[in-house]
């Protein structure tokens, strides 16, 4: 599958041809960190500054390689696909191998950043849990009453909030069967085949 | 088990023939097990069996009775507790006619016990009222699950991965209304197998408590 | 050898040893069972002695040789007497390991039956309730939420869950006792409005534990009662009613002080005035009804509380409703009409307000001045008085004088008589007063001491009470405690298994005495046949004896005088040589047979002590240790 370019796009890359290969290399380890942790304009001056060019241009071709490395590794692209969508800017052989060589340095750190923007319900993070007998209370004395006291904690967009809840004996061994049950379904042949073939 | 004067001072009132014969003895007992047990307590006392008694002595009876059934329930009392406190009570009341008080009270009190103890049905019932007065935190019922396989969604394609929903099924009974409620979260295979591990140490542990 | 056999694996298997199923003799014992026994019947015995002790053979050979004599150690430690050493565990024989096992089985039971004596403690009671409820809750099948029977309701469902929310409940009795005291207007109220206890509460659900609470609050009060009248009230002397009219009379007093040193009037409040009027007044009412010592102080005092407080605000809510009917029809008035006139009104009760605290402030500061002053005069008039009254008594006494002094020589004797015969009165009545005096003095002494007998009497009754109340209670704690006891081992004797085989044992043991009896009655009625036999043997040899030296006699005497006859007395001794050569032949063949029946015995023990395969066993053993020293000997080379 191949990256289809706009023009836009093929525009503001083409200010790379431009420039020496080891700016280009410098312009890569910018958008890279830039996908990181966030764009700082300042930088975009600084290196206009020092290569006497507009800010706008130099923050043009750096936004142009983010958003081509994302594209690219958000469609998981083959080495091969990925240097022929480069082939349409008309790089240098040099600029191509550097850029393929970025692309698949931090392809797997893009889509973990990628993968964090995704829609994701409340996340299971950890469970404790305690084994209880309630002995007596306030209202009835001499009673015994075993009882699964559990702290789910569970985790949503970076917070984390627990529940306690409780469950008796015979409720908790269902859930343990339930839920192997699923677990074992992953196992299925139906499942197995569905993994193997949707890749 | 413990009572109080006041408590004490009605049961003797009750074991007393000139204010109580068999028939309004065992009236009064029924009423105060079906005061407690119902909730339409309004006109308890209003039954034509018990016109004729002074409504003081009646009222102050009934709390008594009503405290000991609750009290007796509350401390779990087995028919030997329940008869050998309710000995001490007759102690008091051999009086000069002690032969007939006695006879009439013995068969009293073993009427009571007999209610007490024989009809299971009633000890449970205010087992279950009295252990209703409780607090616990919401009490899971069930679960169920799904199976998800994520192909890609807006910013990553090609992802791939097997993911779970699970859905607790969970039952709050605050203040008396029960209300269901599901908790839901995902995870992975790896954090399920994690539950199930921590899960199934519970249910080890469960086990091993069973043995002793 | 059988049955002991049968009770020593039984005994020991009660010990935790491992003993499988097929092996019915000691004989079947190997070294590493014989060794698991002995030390688990020595960590019954002595858990200081048998922790130490692995249960488990060893691989190595030098430490089985070392368990094996820690093992014989700890055995003579316990006071065995027999034979016994590494050899007894390695290389078993039956009939050591049999004595060995019976020795310590013997050992166990006195201290299993101590520790048996004691009920099973409450935390070992408390598992086991837990483990049966967790059983009885996992015997019920899990269900859905929807399909739950009543049974489920308790465990798999929560079900609702009230708090705890107890009310004062209005009971048709006090709790300080005589109903007779109470007034009419209550008791028509207990009789014909209060409700039964059990609708007196906003909820159902608070039934059981408003009654609940209020019954734990009267007990408690009970208890508290009580203990200060153990620990105080006896001590007083006072019947309880007078105890607690008294405490509450000190209480009383004390309120009463508290207040009053708060509600000391302040002459710089102006506002006070009013406030510590109604404290005064409602202190009066307070020292009034603290001679009846009524119940219902409580509510003289609420009310006059309610009083006090709430005296100032009905004015000012009829001022706040007067100026709002004022402000009413000019509502048709413009807004900016209004708020200008609002306006002007509230600076003009401002500046108002301002003149009238600062006239409040003057006339305190002159009421101040004033106060001062009447007292500086009143003071002032004070002590004119008494100037007053001391110069008026020096006048009166000067009067006299002068009204004495005329006749002066007369007066003088007059005087001198009077003195004289007053000092006679004087002494006379001293002297009386001695008469009196004594008697007095000795009764007042006797009383006195009857009066510290009775003391001591009493205190000394009053710790004998004391000691009894305690006594009682510490009774009524035991009888408390052996009740539970006996409730428990009740129980503890209903769960125990019915069919225990002790009657089959008992059965086993008395058949076996009777066989012994048996046995023994044999035994001697052999016995008797020997002895019987012995005689008869005997009389035969004297009769023998006897008849041979009748017979040599007259044989000897004929053979003197007849050839023939020589010849025969010769053959009868002969005769008589080979029969006693027979005999003597014949006893030999009894004790050999004696002896191979004692040497077979004897072969047959050394076959039980399993000697050649025990030797096989030591050679290999003694192979392996010479295996280990030389690859130690090699370390220690290499090293």
């Keep these: 599958m191949l990256l289809v370019l706009s023009d836009e796009h093929k525009e503001h890359l083409g200010f790379l041809t431009e420039v020496d290969t080891a700016v280009v290399g410098e312009f890569g380890r910018i958008a890279v960190e830039f996908l990181r942790k966030g764009s700082n304009p300042k930088i975009y001056e600084g290196a206009a500054r020092k290569l006497d060019v507009p800010a706008e241009t130099v923050q043009h071709g750096v936004e142009g390689l983010m958003y081509l490395l994302t594209e690219s590794s958000k469609l998981m692209i083959s080495e091969m696909d990925f240097q022929d969508s480069v082939l349409v800017l008309g790089f240098s052989q040099e600029l191509n191998e550097r850029l393929l060589q970025l692309y698949l340095e931090n392809r797997k750190e893009i889509r973990q950043i990628l993968s964090e923007l995704s829609p994701s319900l409340p996340h299971y993070h950890n469970l404790e849990w305690r084994l209880d007998v309630q002995l007596a209370s306030r209202a009835l004395r001499h009673q015994v009453k075993p009882t699964v006291t559990m702290k789910l904690h569970l985790e949503s967009g970076g917070i984390r909030n627990a529940r306690v809840l409780q469950t008796d004996p015979a409720t908790l061994l269902h859930l343990i069967q339930e839920l192997e049950r699923g677990l074992a379904e992953l196992k299925s042949n139906h499942c197995r085949r569905i993994l193997r073939n949707i890749k | 088990m413990e009572l109080s004067e006041s408590v004490l001072k009605g049961l003797q009132a009750l074991g007393d023939p000139v204010n109580f014969d068999m028939n309004k003895f065992t009236t009064l007992s029924e009423l105060a097990f079906r005061g407690l047990l119902s909730s339409e307590s309004e006109a308890v006392l209003d039954h034509p069996d018990l016109k004729q008694i ?17 009290e007796s329930v509350k401390q779990n009392a087995d028919k030997s507790t329940v008869s050998s406190c309710l000995e001490d009570v007759r102690f008091d009341t051999e009086r000069a006619d002690a032969l007939c008080t006695l006879y009439q009270v013995k068969y009293g009190y073993l009427k009571l016990i007999f209610q007490l103890c024989s009809l299971k049905q009633n000890k449970t019932d205010l087992e279950n009222l009295l252990s209703s007065i409780d607090k616990c935190p919401p009490h899971i019922t069930d679960v169920s699950w799904r199976l998800e396989y994520c192909m890609k969604n807006a910013h990553v394609h090609k992802v791939n991965q097997p993911s779970y929903l699970i859905s607790f099924s969970v039952e709050n009974g605050d203040n008396g209304r029960s209300s269901e409620e599901e908790l839901n979260f995902s995870c992975t295979m790896e954090q399920l197998q994690d539950l199930v591990g921590k ?14 | 050898m059988e049955e002991v056999d049968k009770i020593l694996i039984h005994s020991l298997r009660q010990t935790g040893t491992d003993i499988g199923e097929d092996v019915e003799s000691v004989k079947q014992f190997s070294s590493e069972l014989i060794v698991e026994a002995v030390v688990r019947c020595l960590r019954v015995i002595d858990p200081a002695l048998g922790n130490g002790l692995s249960p488990s053979l060893p691989p190595g050979m030098s430490a089985r040789f070392r368990l094996g004599m820690s093992l014989a150690q700890a055995c003579q430690d316990l006071g065995y007497k027999g034979e016994i050493g590494y050899q007894t565990f390695l290389y078993s024989n039956e009939p050591e390991i049999r004595s060995l096992l019976m020795f310590l089985v013997e050992k166990l039971p006195r201290e299993s039956a101590e520790t048996s004596d004691q009920p099973a403690g409450k935390s070992v009671l408390l598992q086991k309730a837990i483990a049966a409820q967790i059983k009885a809750q996992l015997a019920l099948p899990w269900l859905p939420p929807s399909c739950r029977l009543p049974l489920h309701y308790k465990t798999q469902t929560p079900g609702p869950s009230y708090s705890f929310h107890a009310q004062p409940l209005s009971v048709p009795y006090s709790l300080k006792g005589s109903s007779k005291k109470q007034p009419k207007e ?82 710089d409040s102006h506002s006070a005035t009013r406030s510590t009027s109604d404290l005064a007044e409602f202190l009066n009412s307070f020292g009034g009804t603290s001679a009846g010592g009524n119940v219902l102080t409580k509510g003289t005092r609420f009310t006059h509380t309610e009083k006090f407080t709430f005296t100032q605000e009905p004015e000012k809510a009829a001022q706040q409703m007067a100026a709002a009917a004022n402000s009413l029809p000019s509502s048709h008035q413009s807004e900016e009409d209004l708020k200008a006139q609002q306006q002007e009104e509230i600076s003009g009760l401002q500046q108002q307000l301002q003149q009238l605290s600062v006239q409040i402030e003057e006339v305190g500061g002159e009421m101040r001045q004033l106060t001062v002053s009447i007292s500086q005069v009143s003071d002032e008039l004070k002590q004119r008085e008494v100037r007053n009254t001391e110069k008026e008594d020096s006048v009166r006494v000067k009067k006299q004088t002068i009204d004495l002094l005329p006749d002066a020589e007369n007066n003088l004797v007059k005087l001198q008589s009077l003195v004289e015969s007053s000092a006679k009165r004087v002494v006379h009545l001293a002297s009386q007063w001695e008469k009196h005096r004594g008697p007095l003095i000795d009764e007042h002494r006797r009383l006195k001491e009857l009066c510290s007998n009775k003391e001591m009497e009493s205190s000394r009754m009053l710790s004998e009470i004391k000691d009894l109340h305690d006594k009682i209670r510490q009774s009524a704690d035991e009888a408390k405690k052996k009740e539970g006891l006996y409730k428990q081992l009740i129980t503890e004797y209903e769960t125990l298994p019915k069919d225990v085989s002790r009657s089959a044992y008992t059965m086993r043991i008395l058949e076996i005495v009777g066989n012994i009896k048996k046995q023994k009655e044999e035994i001697t009625k052999i016995l008797s046949d020997t002895k019987e036999l012995q005689k008869e043997i005997n009389g035969l040899t004297g009769k023998l004896d006897r008849t041979f030296a009748v017979t040599d006699e007259l044989v000897f005497k004929d053979a003197k005088k007849d050839e023939s006859v020589r010849k025969s007395y010769k053959y009868l001794a002969a005769l008589h040589e080979n029969c006693t050569q027979l005999i003597q032949t014949i006893e030999d063949t009894g004790t050999i047979m004696r002896e191979i029946r004692d040497l077979e015995e004897q072969i047959e023990t050394e076959y039980g002590k399993k000697t050649v395969s025990n030797l096989e066993k030591i050679l290999e053993d003694y192979k392996a240790i010479r295996q280990e020293n030389s690859a130690l000997a090699a370390k220690i080379r290499e090293g």
């Design chain 2, 199 to 212: 899960m199934k140490d519970a249910a080890k542990s469960i086990e091993k408590a069973m043995q002793l």
């Design chain 2, 54 to 70: 002074d409504p003081i002595v009646l009222k102050h009876c009934h709390i008594a009775l009503t405290t000991f059934i609750l």
């Design chain 3, 186 to 267: 209550v008791r028509e109220y207990y009789r014909d409005y209060l409700l039964p206890v059990t609708a007196q509460p906003s909820q159902p659900i608070s039934v059981p534990a408003s009654l609940l609470e209020n019954h734990a609050s009267e007990l408690s009060a009970a208890q508290e009662w009580e203990n200060e009248w153990n620990s105080q009230g006896l001590l007083t002397r006072l019947t309880p009613e007078e105890y607690r009219s008294r405490k509450r009379a000190r209480l009383q007093k004390r309120i009463e002080e508290q207040l009053r040193s708060t509600a000391q009037p302040r002459p």
